[in-house]
């Protein structure tokens, strides 16, 4: 196997950048270990094809654009994961005539 230059250009750039990011995002705190398991295998698999694709020499190789939108969406959607939605995660309310403190119907 002979020695070449890798041809680096966008595609492959970013395939690797978002692989980076996704990998980065699995050790976000409070993120189910499945959820990390796939962060960590999805940046992987692009760290890896961004760093195959730049270094081939010969053939045609793609890159669909779904693979440029699942990195913004999986960090989203780790990051909702681990920290809840926009409003907040209030405790649910009690049951029906209850104050959440136990005691029916007594404001104070």
Known sequence: MS???????????FAVLSGIILIGAAFVPGTAVKDRAWSVLGGIFLVCYGWY????????????VVIFLIPPGAVIY????????AGGQGSPPGPSGSDGRGTPGIDG
């Open 3 to 13: 020695s070449s230059s890798a041809h680096w250009s966008a595609y492959e750039i």
């Open 53 to 64: 694709v730049a270094h081939r020499t010969t053939g045609t190789f793609q890159f669909p």
């Open 78 to 85: 780790l990051l909702v994961k681990a920290f809840g939605h």
